[in-house]
């Protein structure tokens, strides 16, 4: 399932889908690769069986913009 992150505190990531948003965690191969999503990345997610509103993102798709500080991607406005 696919989704766009819209924040991320404290190592929880909110990720909406079409449907509804998601609170997701990354897995460890993002910190073992050096690899932090941001606000406005596009990612692919599994969401928890056992609780709906929960998930994980599996895969960080590609950016076509970042801005380091604040940490966003995908920008497409400014201003």
Not at 37 to 55: N, Q, W, Y
């Amino acid at each position: 399932m696919q989704g766009r992150i819209l924040s991320c505190s404290a190592g929880v990531y909110r990720v909406e889908t079409e449907d509804k948003i998601f609170e997701c965690s990354a897995r460890g191969t993002f910190r073992n690769d050096g690899i932090v999503p941001v606000a406005g990345d596009f990612v692919e997610i599994s969401p928890d069986e056992k609780d709906k509103t929960r998930g994980v993102i599996d895969t960080l798709l590609a950016r076509k913009n970042h801005l380091i500080r604040p940490g966003v991607a995908n920008v497409d406005v400014l201003f």
